[in-house]
């Protein structure tokens, strides 16, 4: 059982994650283009309105789809919880890589929207 609850911690982190820094980068995105922390891509990083916009967008995103995963990751693990190590480790995992799916994938749509709202010098279309 200490497993299974190890394994819920584990699975939880990434709409956890997803939750905290979605709900961070759309209310207090990080107030200049920097390329320590936040959305770093070579579009977002232009100018500090594309730098403000992907990161509201993006934060949007992972808010959502955060709240989405917290029951998609709840109702497996219950479902196994007393089950054997190995089937709570399989589920676990299985959970974990397709989390990493939407938590990754927010590049595509937050590209998307760049790309339709500023041209390719970051100036508003």
């Keep these: 059982m200490g497993y299974w609850f190890f394994m819920l911690a584990s699975d939880l982190l990434i709409p956890a994650i997803m939750i905290g820094f979605g709900y961070l980068f759309l209310k207090r995105p ?32 992972w808010f959502r789809w955060g709240l989405v995963l917290l029951p998609l990751t709840l109702i497996p693990l219950l479902a196994v919880m007393g089950q054997p190590a190995g089937t709570v480790g399989s589920v676990g995992t299985v959970l974990c890589l397709l989390q990493m799916i939407p938590l990754v994938g927010c590049i595509f749509p937050t590209e998307a929207a760049l790309k339709r709202t500023f041209d390719q010098n970051g100036s508003r279309r």
């Design 30 to 61: 990080p107030k200049t283009v920097n390329p320590i922390f936040g959305y770093r891509t070579t579009r977002s990083m232009k100018n500090q309105d594309t730098w403000l916009f992907a990161h509201q967008y993006c934060g949007r995103l």
